[in-house]
């Protein structure tokens, strides 16, 4: 399955009954059969003989409230498991990406699971800012991949395979690589577990990939349950919920009062002889480095620029566009929400995004962007508005 993942990436789900209402199918106590990847952590994997990982745990809440049975079934050949897909023997498969020849085989629900992003890895030891700079370079990455296509289209790079992401990260560790090129979710989670923290992304986003769950041709009725389902916890917040649990790590309280402790500092460099408001921000970016910024105002409306944006800015530029999480103060030292325009900011860099706020005077939350998201400026009720 291996080989899926770099087709795609991403694990699980389950699901019921060919072309049949979810009454139906609950009636008859129908059970639906969900093919994953045994061990691709953090996607799905088995951990004391039960099936976890980020796509299990979703589509249980997908199917919540179905009345249908889940059986899960791990799996370590990927190719078998795509047979049984089609052959109806397996209603639902875990982490596929969508191509046309696909697409005449399985049918997908409109919602993806979640969006895998496609970067560079190198040790922050090489200096390595931007991709430009790996032209030229070994470049490890995991062997009848998608990275590897990808890889080859890119171009100007010497490819060195291998057989997972952990023995291609290790070469970059080693210095038989210049770089590892893969998915940062599951890059990620193999630097958490094996403490390679010397690792850190270079540049952009090379390329995104959306990732579906596939289900046999004819289980339409339950490829339409279950998109219901996926908007269901979209908007009702319970996929956010389930996605910072596998994919973002915790704030500490000791993180969160250096995040603001750092933004303080550089309060008295705000320009605010307008309003007489002076702000100043504070970014943390995944390799640990913060990047501070205070308000520049301007005699003309709009002209003038944030402490957040400066803070953003500020790290841009020096190569960190992996940002962890922020915060914004005033002049009083109390936590600021950031406006909806500051919010929008921050979503470019993706929904892992954590953004602190001071609900009581001292005590600081970590929020996810995407709960935030939805407030308009200033809200009351929103921590610190």
């Known amino acids: 399955m291996k080989r899926l993942i770099c087709a795609a990436v991403a694990a699980f789900v389950v699901a019921a009954a060919v072309l049949a209402p979810a009454a139906a199918w609950a009636a008859n106590d129908r059970k639906v059969v969900f093919a994953f990847d045994r061990k691709f952590m953090p996607f799905s994997y088995v951990r004391n003989q039960v099936p976890t990982g980020f796509e299990v745990e979703l589509f249980t809440a997908v199917l919540e409230g179905s009345g249908l049975g889940i059986e899960y079934k791990p799996m370590r050949d990927w190719e078998r498991a795509q047979a049984e897909l089609s052959g109806g023997l397996i209603q639902v498969a875990a982490g596929m990406t969508k191509t046309p020849l696909r697409e005449k085989v399985f049918i997908f629900p409109e919602t993806p699971t979640m969006t895998l ?40 790079v010497k490819i060195k395979l ?20 893969g998915t940062d979710k599951i890059a990620r989670d193999i630097i958490a577990r094996k403490n390679m923290k010397n690792l850190v992304v270079i540049g952009s986003t090379v390329r995104s990939v959306p990732v579906y769950y596939a289900l046999y041709k004819g289980e339409t009725g339950l490829r339409d349950l279950m998109d219901r389902g996926l908007k269901r916890l979209m908007v009702n917040g319970e996929y956010d919920r389930i996605y910072r649990k596998w994919f973002v790590p915790e704030m500490t309280t000791s993180d969160m009062g250096r995040l603001v402790a750092e933004a303080k500092k550089v309060l008295p460099m705000a320009y605010a002889p307008h309003s007489g408001k ?69 979503w470019e860099y993706g929904r892992s995004v954590l953004v602190l706020l001071e609900p009581n005077r001292g005590e600081y939350e970590a929020w996810s962007l995407p709960k935030l998201l939805p407030f308009p400026d200033r809200m009351p009720g929103m921590p610190g508005s």
Do not use: C, M, W
């Open 117 to 156: 992003d496609l970067k560079f890895f190198a040790n922050q030891t090489s200096n390595y800012t931007h991709v430009g700079q790996l032209r030229g370079q070994t470049i490890a990455a995991i062997r009848d991949s998608l990275y590897q296509r990808l890889l080859q289209e890119f171009g100007g």
């Open 162 to 181: 291998y057989e997972d992401g952990e023995q291609a990260l290790k070469a970059v560790l080693s210095g038989d690589a210049a770089a590892y090129f």
């Open 278 to 346: 002076p702000e100043a921000a504070a970014v943390l970016t995944r390799s640990g480095a913060v990047f501070v910024g205070a308000n520049i105002e301007n005699a003309a409306p709009g002209a003038g620029i944030g402490a957040l944006e400066v803070a953003l800015t500020k790290a841009v530029s020096a190569g960190q566009l992996q940002i962890y999480a922020a915060v914004k103060i005033s002049r009083t030292g109390l936590v600021l929400p950031p406006s909806a325009a500051e919010r929008q900011l921050l």
